[in-house]
């Protein structure tokens, strides 16, 4: 079977590998055939297009862009579009896989699907990224589309970019069709609640597993690694709920006040300081990303980047509680030494699962032509966000393994036993 011998651990982990190993894992678990691995492994579609672009100067350049929907069994394919120099087909493949796995864990009847296009945003002027935008809606006409595939932002996009898609596809169409992507601008259809949706995904996750371990928010303390969009409504929403956030970090480094960071302060000095990052903010001792990891603290909130709690520090993480606020910061070589120490992890596809479930509810509105309060999306994405929990907290009690392979079963149970129910040929 082609599951049974997993992929052995390189030195620098790839975060996409650790992910296929943890796969592999819960595969081997649910004890699923070779046929239904395969047909959960292997994308249902991958598309590569080239896109010719005018440039301002007036030469034309033809980028590549990528669209692979990994599975769409439980609904449409459902993934961001990414801009970047690195972007290649078996990175897109691999996050399409991940899309999959976290609707699924969620509960949303949605697929996994994942875009790209190799170029790099930043040299490129806003005319010239308008241009391959628009290029790559068209070019992927067939390939998107409300029931078929639906995206959103990832790295190098956002709002700005999803209109030009609505737009682009629209026009094709005839009418209006702003269903074709999320995390679109609010006056075009976007969500109310969507900025935020990550980070507060994280707190219902943290505190649901507070409260598994029996933790009382107001005599618990925090660190966040990441001050971006996950990681300061995550540090906000958590210090809202009683919890003392002792650390937070970015890019420059990290801040820590044993009395607790004054997270408001925080946020309106990086949103004053033009590169948006706390560099220089008072009302806390600097400290590296490195030491933050290791701070003696109940919960740590990985929520910048990928790979990193490795092997090399995993040993000397001191939380009861790591709570995956970015995708793949732990690398799969360092699973078993964080659960011989017993450390509760909610893991990436389950923690941030908060933003996916509310650009669904983008998609909904867009559906039924309604837009939602503030505080109904905020309730049904809470909804969403613990019974997921629950789901994957029983999962682990029944089959006793750590939650992250967990939440691994309960997406491939769900993917695979939708299938079987839909049947093949
Ligand atoms: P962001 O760009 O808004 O913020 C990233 C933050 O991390 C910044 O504060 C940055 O300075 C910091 N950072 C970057 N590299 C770092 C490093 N090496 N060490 C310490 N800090 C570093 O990004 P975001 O949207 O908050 O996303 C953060 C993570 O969460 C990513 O892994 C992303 O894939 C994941 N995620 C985001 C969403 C979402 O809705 N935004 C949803 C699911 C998962």
Request: net charge negative.
């Amino acid at each position: 079977m082609g599951y049974i011998e997993p992929a052995p651990i390189k030195d620098k982990e790839n975060p996409l590998e650790s992910m296929m190993s943890r796969f592999d894992a819960a595969a081997r678990l649910l004890g699923i055939s070779t046929e239904m691995y395969d047909i959960l492994k292997v994308p249902a579609r991958q598309v590569i297009v080239g896109l010719p672009v005018t440039m301002d100067d007036g030469s034309i350049r033809v980028f590549e862009g990528y669209r692979v929907i990994h599975s769409n069994i439980l609904g449409p394919g459902k993934g961001g579009i990414r801009l970047d120099p690195g972007v290649n087909l078996d990175e897109v493949r691999a996050l399409a896989a991940w899309m999959t796995w976290k609707c699924a864990v969620v509960d949303i009847p949605y697929g996994g699907a994942k875009g790209g296009i190799a170029c790099n945003p930043r040299t490129m002027s806003a005319g010239e990224i308008e241009r391959l935008i628009r290029q790559y809606t068209v070019a992927m006409l067939d390939v998107i589309g409300p029931d078929r595939d639906i995206p959103a932002p990832d790295m190098g996009t956002g709002p700005r970019e999803m209109a030009w898609i609505v737009d682009e596809y629209s026009k094709s169409k005839g009418m209006t069709v702003n269903s074709v992507v999320t995390g679109k601008p609010l006056v075009l259809g976007g969500s109310l609640g969507r900025t935020e949706a990550t980070g507060r995904g994280v707190t219902v996750a943290a505190l649901a597993a507070m409260d598994k371990l029996r933790m009382n928010p107001y005599r618990t303390t925090a660190a966040i690694q990441g001050f971006g969009n996950v990681g300061s409504h995550a540090a906000d929403l958590l210090h809202e709920r009683g919890v003392t956030v002792v650390a937070v970090s970015d890019i420059t480094g990290g801040y820590y006040n044993a009395a607790g960071i004054d997270i408001t302060a925080a946020i309106t000095y990086r949103n004053s300081i033009g590169n948006g990052t706390l560099e220089g903010f008072i009302g806390a001792e600097k400290i590296t990303n490195e030491e933050l990891l290791s701070l003696d603290v109940d919960v740590l909130v990985p929520a910048a980047t990928e790979d990193v709690i490795t092997e090399d520090n995993a040993g000397s993480i001191k939380a009861r509680m790591i709570v995956e606020g970015a995708n793949g910061p732990t690398s799969a070589s360092a699973d078993d030494i964080i659960n011989s120490k017993g450390i509760l992890v909610v893991p990436d596809i389950l923690a941030n699962a908060g933003g996916v479930t509310v650009s669904y509810f983008e998609w909904v509105q867009n559906r039924i032509g309604y837009k939602w309060t503030l505080d109904r999306i905020n309730r049904r994405a809470t909804r969403v966000m613990k019974d997921a929990f629950d789901r994957v907290f029983e999962t682990s009690q029944k089959y006793e393994v750590p939650l992250r392979l967990a939440a691994y079963i309960v997406a491939i149970d769900k993917v695979a036993s939708t299938y079987k129910y839909r049947g093949g040929y």
